[in-house]
């Protein structure tokens, strides 16, 4: 019989535990893994197709280099050496800003990151682009001022909460917790338990909740400050948590009070009442909260992230079990960047600042378009596809054509890989050893490395070592001693040793540590990943060791090494820590360990949200484009731009307009008709689907599609829609659940 090998799935954050069936080098059977500690044998219909993901026309093969319109097969020692050569030639002519990295890891590849980061930093730039700034860096930005640090976000703890308020959040289709389904539908049948779904329509989640808020698209953060006035005013605050673990409360008091409730909650859309008995139930239950797009992508969203932070706060819900709690990991996601330091690099042309050491693909395509001397002029993009993903394809693709140099690490030959100079195919996450740093949990600490369960076909690399072979021929690598080759060959404890001693000797080479290790012991391993899995445990910080020696592990020097061999003995997924429950605070990174309230830039665009401006902002909108778009929905049918080849969706009707039966009534639309959606950007000719599940005024379009496979494409671009400087005024994250749109017959 066929044996089941254990991998993840990794086209979602959930990266749930899979199994698999393998037939000539092929998957051909997946299945939830029931062992897996996280998931617990949860799947859905995407993780079940995973083979289109893996196997597909588009792969590549071989490293490709341009020629006039087209590509030619050029050798791997080529491409390194000429990237190399050109990388060095940009920077040494314009200057380290001239260079960015677009990349870091999707879903579930995030090793390359600490290469790519390396690569980029030897040569002097801090450009690091990548997806989290088109989403999270907004509410990691809040939280970084009430915790101490931007990676220090919290989650629902919704394990032990009996309220759960979805802010913005599809869970039962988009997951983004795991298991997602499954909890929603507990806490919808659990008479003791309480779902509250924010959202303009009847999601999918909404149509579970037990209290759903259809608050009128865009109008999240006007709610957020009228419930925290509603708190206040009835006297729900939790006193005595506030005493204990909060600073900085006094200060923001008084932005809440000359404030009417009633009216922000009428122009929201809803009811008085009912708003308040959800303020009430938030301080006499244990509530955790979780956000998702319909807040991040939209009007006022850093802002709506510090509002509901105040909120959750000053209800006694924050950094406490059954409320939002800072998880554990063997890795943060991010890291931190004070934009109010003077050494926190800001973007050239459109000065945004590093916000947990990432810019926003948002400006990208300013920065690369600017006249300024220092402007972006190459681009090293790994496991994105910028041209379909982030907003303003025309915008980008003028910018990317622009490039003295785009580098494409990808699988496949992608929209954005068409207009590189040098296309790298690199291995997949079932070629590979990889893993997430996406699988936060409380308190327990969660890990999964997965190991490859088919072989690459061509001469696809690990992206980490790509970048080692262009650093190498870069020059960037140190001079590494046999020493160090010799003890890698002997043991890891050897090695460990030998590199200590190299360190020592060495200081000035310890930031280029994952090159070094990657040429010594990945070289013995036969891959770079699991050398790298290696050095982290080895320079793992002291809180995680706290947390390993929770969960069993041996403290002491030999702690990494044994907690290397469990994570490589399970490659089905393990726990390795176990944060102090009963202590959450203790995680916090402020000074007092106090969670701070007082964001005193915040003050002026909290004064600037009252009801009169934002009806009067609203209606702008409105007169010369009557319906809100979503630019991004997302349906089982949909994984980013993951699954290139259709098929996976035959017979299914995946990429449509949705339109409310009301409007479509009004306009005359019927289903199944074509449509022009207009935006300030542009237009596209999709078809219309009427059906309930928007309500009036707001149409949906998902993203994901317009991709090219084998010469048709598929479905319609909805970033051809959205404009890249739509765009939060401090996170710079893009408005995608708020387009203004006409819809026109055809
Ligand atoms: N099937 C599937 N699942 C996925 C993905 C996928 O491609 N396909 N991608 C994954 C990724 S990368 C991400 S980031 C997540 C995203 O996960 P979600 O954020 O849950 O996904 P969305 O579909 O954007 O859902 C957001 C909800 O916000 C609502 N919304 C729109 N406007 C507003 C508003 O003004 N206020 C409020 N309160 N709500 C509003 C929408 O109606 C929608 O129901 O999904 C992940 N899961
Ligand atoms: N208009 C609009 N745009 C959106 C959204 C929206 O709601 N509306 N949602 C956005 C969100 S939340 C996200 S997270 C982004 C994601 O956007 P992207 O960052 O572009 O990520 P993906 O679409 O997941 O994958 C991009 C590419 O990575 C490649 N890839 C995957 N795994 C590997 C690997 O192991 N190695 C290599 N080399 N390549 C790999 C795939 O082949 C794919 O071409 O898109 C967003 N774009
Ligand atoms: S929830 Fe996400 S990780 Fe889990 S199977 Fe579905 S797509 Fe894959
Ligand atoms: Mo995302």
């Given amino acids: ?37 996280r998931s617990k044998g949860y799947v859905c219909r995407k993780g079940l197709n995973i083979a289109f993901h893996q196997h597909h026309d588009q792969r590549l093969q071989v490293p490709l280099k341009r020629k006039g319109n087209d590509f030619e097969e050029i050798s791997w020692d080529q491409a390194a050496n000429e990237i190399a050569e050109k990388l060095n030639a940009i920077v040494k002519q314009y200057g380290p800003r001239s260079l960015a990295y677009m990349g870091g890891g999707g879903q579930g590849c995030h090793f390359e990151a600490a290469f790519g980061l390396t690569l980029l930093r030897s040569l002097g730039s801090r450009y690091h682009y990548n997806a989290i700034a088109q989403e999270l860096t907004g509410q990691f930005w809040a939280h970084g001022r009430a915790t101490g640090k931007q990676y220090k976000f919290t989650i629902p703890d919704e394990e032990h909460a009996d309220m ?46 037990d209290i759903h808020l259809a608050i009128r698209p865009g109008t999240d953060a006007l709610l957020t400050r009228a419930m925290i006035a509603i708190v206040l005013r009835e006297g729900w605050t939790d006193d005595e948590y506030l005493q204990q673990h909060v600073s900085g409360f006094n200060e923001i008091k ?19 009442e009912t708003v308040r008995e959800v303020c009430r139930q938030l301080r006499i239950r244990k509530a955790c ?46 890291g931190h960047s004070d934009e109010r330091s003077e050494k926190t690099w800001r973007t050239v042309e459109t000065d945004f600042p590093a916000l947990c050491g990432l810019f926003p693909p948002n400006v990208l395509p300013e920065e690369i378009l600017s006249m300024k001397d220092d402007r972006i002029r190459a681009v090293l993009c790994s496991q994105s596809n910028p041209l379909r993903s982030f907003a303003d394809t025309t915008a980008y693709e003028e910018a990317f054509s622009r490039l003295d140099l785009l580098v494409v690490n990808e699988l496949a030959m992608t929209e954005t890989a068409r207009l590189a100079h040098y296309v790298l195919p690199s291995r997949s ?19 999964q490395f997965r190991h490859p369960v088919v072989e690459p076909e061509g001469q696809q690399l690990e992206i980490s070592e790509i970048f080692t072979r262009i650093a190498d021929k870069a020059g960037i690598i140190p001079d590494i001693p046999d020493s160090l080759f010799t003890a890698a060959k002997k043991d ?21 540590v994952p090159f070094i290790i990657a040429q010594t012991l990945g070289k013995e391993f036969g891959s770079v990943n699991k050398a790298w899995l290696w050095g982290m445990l080895m320079t793992a910080p002291k809180e995680f060791r706290k947390n390993a020696e929770r969960a069993g592990f041996t403290k002491g020097p030999l702690m990494g090494e044994e907690i290397f061999q469990a994570i490589i003995n399970n490659p089905g997924g393990l726990w390795i820590g176990k944060m102090d429950p009963d202590d959450n605070f203790s995680a916090l990174s402020t000074e007092d360990k106090k969670v701070n309230l007082y964001i005193p830039e915040m003050e002026s665009w909290i004064q600037e949200l009252d009801p009169e401006t934002e009806q009067a902002n609203l209606e702008e909108a409105a007169r010369e484009y009557p319906f809100i778009l979503s630019s991004g929905r997302h349906t089982p049918m949909v994984a980013n731009t993951l699954m290139r080849n259709p098929d996976w969706n035959k017979g ?64 319609v671009n909805a970033n051809r829609l959205t404009k890249n400087t739509h765009r939060d005024r401090l996170a710079a994250t893009p408005y995608h659940r708020y387009v203004p749109c006409r819809v026109e017959a055809l």
């Fill in 1 to 37: 019989m066929n044996e089941w090998k254990k991998t993840g799935c990794v086209l979602c954050a959930q990266n749930c535990g899979l199994e698999v069936q393998i037939e000539n080098n092929t998957i051909t059977k997946v299945r939830g893994d029931r062992d897996n500690p």
């Fill in 164 to 209: 759960l308020v979805g802010i913005g959040w599809n869970g039962m289709v988009s997951h983004q917790m795991p298991r997602a389904p499954l909890v929603l539908k507990e806490f919808s049948k659990n008479p003791d338990k309480l779902l509250v779904i924010i959202d303009p329509r009847k999601s999918e989640t909404a149509q579970v909740a």
């Fill in 254 to 272: 008084n932005w809440f009070t000359d404030f009417d409730p009633e009216k922000a909650v009428a122009l929201c859309g809803l009811e008085y």
């Fill in 289 to 334: 909260y979780h956000p998702d797009l319909g807040v991040y992508m939209n009007r006022h969203s850093t802002l709506t992230s510090y509002l509901e932070i105040i909120l959750f706060t000053i209800t006694g819900n924050f950094c406490v079990s059954g409320g939002n709690v800072i998880p554990g990991y063997l890795m943060p996601i991010c």
């Fill in 429 to 447: 996450g079932y070629e590979s050893y990889d893993a997430t740093f996406f699988g936060w949990t409380f308190p327990e600490v969660y890990f």
């Fill in 492 to 512: 890891t404890l050897s090695f460990g040793m030998e590199l200590m001693n190299f360190m020592k000797e060495n200081p000035k080479t310890m930031p280029l």
């Fill in 652 to 715: 299914r009707r995946a990429c449509t307009c949705i339109m409310n039966p009301g409007d479509a009534a009004t306009h005359g639309f019927r289903d199944g008709q074509m449509v022009r959606v207009v935006t300030e950007a542009g237009s596209v000719e999709v078809e219309l689907e009427v059906t309930g599940e928007t309500r009036e005024g707001y149409v949906m379009i998902p993203h994901g599609f317009g991709l090219d496979y084998n010469d048709s494409v598929y479905g």
